[in-house]
């Protein structure tokens, strides 16, 4: 739409570069193209704008086959407005001099032209084909006899609209009958997704069965390595028995030697000690032989020596020293009583 902008009594239109406008005044054109930029009295103006891009139309229409089946048709046309002065002629492309909007709904007009002008030669196509064909190579005809109706209709000629493509996207029955439709070819797609899930299930049966069968193997094979295994484990717990059969067997002799050794040691310690013990005996005796004559030999230098002392001492110092020596000998007396008369013949003895 076109901007508008005030300014007192004055407006400035400023338009874009895909609209044409028509500025014209008292029924003269003062002005007419695309992308206008222009200042006028909206009391005396009238303006027309034409937009001249591509403009997509899309259509949806129902028709009828040879063999009776309702369609649905769905297309899209691309036109624009080629000679946008012949456009504003025919249709009512004015705008408001105020506000720069349009006054009517010139592009639904020219929506509903094109929508019955492309229906028509649809129609005829489709009466003429049944419906399968209708529905697998239909669209190419459709398309074709839409686009030319549309290029050689003089009308549009006349209100300057050009129709740049016509394109037909689909072609579609009822939904009950396009299911119908589609069973076959769902039957026909089930049953090869049957073969192919039988021709899985045989697949899978057959891996299972191979994975079977290597496992099965895989089991033999660790039975006769465990067989393996432990006959080798017998033939190293036998050669462990006999090693140490042969250790202890070498042990027990280095034992016996060792003891015999010992024993042969210990007689000649044994012969040995008692030969010293026998040695040292024999010196003890000569020693305490010797010892003894020593010891006779003193005391009876002693004893000579005493004797000796003894012979020239008088005999009443004999006397006494017997006494001395009889009453070392005597036990210990705690009272004794002398009487006279024991006195009188000790005196008397004496005196002898």
Known sequence: ?????????????????????????????????????????????????????????????HARTEDFADVTVQATVTYRFSDPSAAAGRLDFSIDPYKGRWRGQPLDQVATLLAELAQQPALDVLARLPLAEALTTGIAPVRQSVADALASDPRL????????????????PEPDLERALQTPT??????????????????????????AENELQSKIELAR?????????????????ELDA????VA?????????????????????AAAGEAEATRVRDEARAAGAR??????????????????????????????????GQLPQINELTVTPDVLTKLAGRLGK
């Not at 000629?157 to 579609?172: C, D, F, N, Y």
């Not at 797609?189 to 994975?211: P, S, W």
């Not at 390595?225 to 028995?241: C, D, F, I, K």
């Open 1 to 61: 739409m076109a901007d508008v902008t005030r300014r007192l009594h004055l407006r400035h239109l400023r338009g874009a570069p895909t609209s044409w406008v028509s500025h014209t005044v008292k029924g003269r054109e003062k002005r007419s193209g695309t992308g206008l930029s222009f200042w006028y009295r909206p009391l005396t103006a009238v303006l027309s704008e034409v937009p001249v891009d591509d403009r997509e139309l899309p259509l949806l229409f």
């Open 157 to 172: 000629v006349e209100t300057g609209v050009s129709v740049v493509s016509a394109r037909v996207v689909a072609i579609r």
């Open 186 to 211: 769902r039957e026909q797609v089930q049953q090869d997704a049957d073969k192919a899930t039988y021709a899985r299930r045989a697949h899978a049966v057959q891996q299972e069965r191979q994975i």
């Open 225 to 241: 390595r465990q067989q393996e295994l432990v006959e080798q484990h017998g033939a190293n717990t036998r050669r462990e028995a």
């Open 246 to 249: 042969e250790t202890q067997l």
């Open 252 to 272: 027990a002799k280095a034992d016996a030697d060792r003891k015999e050794v010992a024993s042969i040691a210990a007689t000649e310690r044994a012969r040995r």
């Open 294 to 327: 020593l010891v006779g030999l003193a005391e009876a230098e002693a004893e000579a020596a005493r004797m000796a002392t003894y012979r020239d001492l008088p005999p009443a110092v004999l006397q006494a020293l017997a006494l001395r020596e009889l009453a």
